[in-house]
């Protein structure tokens, strides 16, 4: 019975795939005029993928086992276990309501693309009004016991009622908000010209950015590397992993913090389980560990101190003009405080703060506390009060993230989840791996890439929640004083408080 399940569960991941590089190739390399097209193929497709997700005959096969077959192994138990979880949760859903999913994230998509082109959210308005409509419908239907914030956030974050999350944000506001206060009155720091002033060719970025990427670990035979309006990890893991990021000319640092960054999701992706590969334990546990992974590469090593005794020559060798600028400025630049309008481009310090402001703004729009047309006034409200930032046009405000548009109403909080769990995974590191800042000061990746492919991306969804495997692997369910011990020292070191 377990081998027909796993059988039919293959096929679905499989067909899964198919969308996925659909949904790669919409972003990356289809023209304009075929959006159309496109939305009806994913909608054609994900219509398939329901039926097969929900045929009686994979809910008997599940019932069977549920009643009968002992499982020797926990991989087994784990994939049964999550299986039985989306079946419930598909069959909670209509035919239909999986055909629209599908067909409003193609329009919606399109709209907000446009939309943020013209600084036009009235164009947008009427989608995400429906956006929200339908995941408010879905939530209800997929999670009938949870109230309906909890349950759009349990798609990302299994095992996270948002009463936590308000627990940890307001924690973590309470600590950052006068830590970044008195890093802004310690002044801006003053950086080298030579990585201010230049243009930085984009040509010459994108070759920097695939050596750094293979040096971390990324294996272009089974990943490719390629340009589009927001980064993402696409593909269909471990086998085909597609990054892209984008460059900008007077911006150096977004190139490569977008590279790394996405070289930390395709490292999970590439790590998976291959004896579990197409099956749900061999998954990402949540968006939150996911995003740990990302942000791991990106905060603890891109902007870590022992990285750029490595990278520094590099860059020079492709950008000649910062020939006498040290290991230690790159090291500066890379975490300077700046608050700013855009979540992508925020320090580390403020980047919580942008989250805090989604999250909120998300969940009061779900639960009809807050109406989308509101949207843009609250997000300037906000955006004044907690960055201290004027908002000049929608673009660069509520209408600069793609999520909502595309239905992931939710997402925003595994952000900083992933920035919590990223911070504790690497204490563990460094305890498991004495000499780890010397090896990365080498260039020597491994150690650190090998720890996390055995403790956290061959694990998958082993175990049942964030806080089970963060334990496993660190001692303790998630503890946001880690991060803030971790984000006070660098800061105060950096900024002399």
Known sequence: TYGK?????KEINQLSGVSSILGWDEQTMMPSGAAGTRGQQ???????????QTDPALGQLLEDIKGGEELECD?????????QRDYKLETAKSKEIARREAELEAESFNAWVQARKDDDFNGFEPKLTEMFQLKKEVAKL????????DGALDAFERGMPSTRLDDIFGELKKDLVPLVKSVIDAGDMKLPAALTDAA??????AELCLEIAKDLGFD?????FDVSVHPFTGGVGPSDVRITTRYNEKNWMEGIGGTIHEVGHALYEQGRSQLQQDLPVSRALSMGVHESQSLLWERMVFQGKAFWQYATPIIHKYF????DVDAMEFYRAVNRVQPGLIRTEADELTYPLHIMLRYGLEKAMLEGETTVAELPSKWNAEMKESLDIDVPSNAMGCLQDVHWSVGAIGYFPSY???????????EAAKKAIPDLEEQIAKGNFSPLKTWLNENIHTVGSLYESPDELLTVVTGKPLDTAIYMKYLREKYSELYSL
């Open 5 to 9: 399940l796993c059988e039919r569960l």
């Open 42 to 52: 994913k909608s054609v497709l994900a219509a398939v993928i329901h039926e097969k």
């Open 75 to 83: 991989f087994a138990r784990a994939n049964c276990r999550d299986a």
């Open 142 to 149: 997929t999670r009938p016991h949870l109230p309906i914030y």
């Open 200 to 205: 930085w060719p984009v040509d010459t970025q």
């Open 220 to 224: 272009t035979e089974r990943g490719r």
């Open 320 to 323: 000649p003009h910062t020939k």
């Open 416 to 426: 900083s989840l992933g920035a919590m769990m990223a911070a504790q995974f690497y």
